[in-house]
């Protein structure tokens, strides 16, 4: 299917930009709103993204119940996408967000504590569940390789040197981040491989409004329905509007905990870092050698 083609001519000031860091983009923010199947081309003729309505209703009703049980992995480290104030908290030096439904599953790179790749925790105690989500995400990759054949191209070749039990079966991913009904912030991710592309799947359940997917810097937005993918640069800056009952108004935090209305996005990608880890035993090997370390023991 040749999809009809929006080429972009100018972008929104960079000190507009600057001021909507970390804050939720508005409806006012949109200019263009994609409403069927889409490709969106930046002014160098590189991709912004592809949106397609519809590609995974299927897989994404039959991966609803492990997505939804994720709900309760809750975080106060996404930064900007939390879309909520930071703060210090006591003497830590880094800010924390509030409280918010993302979880990071599969496989990620070193960092903070941990130095050596590893199955996140979720993964590693829920590994039917896992491997349940693994059609959704084959289903996402070959979309990517299908509408976006250049950048999945070079994605795979990168992936290539990342050993196999850090990659989902049969997609160029190595993992996926789940986040549960809320707005995200405007920011611009910074772990997944440049040249490569990022993808967002999303299901929906329940009466509501908003949520809208937004570039601010394009003014271009998409209000994603149960089952659509998009696929993007998640190196440009991008957000959601609002969630809101359907008189209009916005949900209250009770509401948007009560569980009457959802939206899952799962966000499926190459973390960098993970070309550059060993084999599962060598970062065992690893793990065993800083654990040791900050033990003090010595051989």
């Not at 993964?123 to 990517?144: F, K, M, R, V, Y």
């Not at 899952?264 to 090997?285: H, N």
């Amino acid at each position: 299917m040749t999809l009809p083609e929006l080429r972009l001519r100018s972008a929104r000031a960079k000190s507009d930009l600057e001021a909507m860091m970390g804050r939720l983009p508005g409806e006012h923010d949109v200019t263009f709103k994609l409403e069927g199947p889409c490709r969106v081309v930046k002014p160098d003729t590189s991709p912004l993204c592809v949106y397609l309505p519809g590609a995974l209703r299927n897989e994404m009703a039959g991966a609803y119940d492990v997505l939804h049980m994720l709900k309760d992995e809750r975080t106060d480290n996404r930064g900007d996408a939390s879309g909520t104030a930071r703060a210090k908290r006591g003497d830590q030096k880094r800010t924390r967000s509030s409280l918010i439904s993302s979880a990071v599953i599969g496989a990620v790179d070193p960092g903070g504590i941990y130095h050596f790749c590893r199955l996140t925790s979720w993964t590693g105690t829920h590994l039917p569940e896992w491997q349940s989500l693994q059609p959704l995400l084959q289903a996402i990759d070959n979309n990517l390789g299908h509408h976006v054949p250049n950048r999945w191209e070079r994605q795979r070749q990168a992936i290539l040197g990342v050993p196999s039990e850090w990659v989902v079966p049969g997609t160029i991913f190595t993992t996926v981040t789940v986040n549960n009904t809320y707005s995200t912030g405007v920011h611009a991710d910074s772990g997944d491989y440049g040249p490569g592309f990022s993808t967002l799947a999303v299901s929906r359940r329940g009466d509501f409004e908003g949520g809208w997917f937004v570039f601010p810097k394009w003014r271009i937005g998409i209000d994603m329905q149960d089952g659509d993918l998009l696929l993007l640069d998640a190196h440009e800056l991008h957000g959601n509007t609002v969630l809101r009952r359907p008189d209009g108004q916005p949900a209250t935090a009770a509401e948007l905990r009560s569980g009457a209305f959802e939206r899952i996005s799962v966000i499926a990608y190459l973390r960098s870092g993970m070309t550059k880890c060993g084999t599962w035993p060598e970062e065992e090997a690893k793990g065993r050698a800083y654990a040791d370390t900050r033990m003090g023991v010595t051989s």
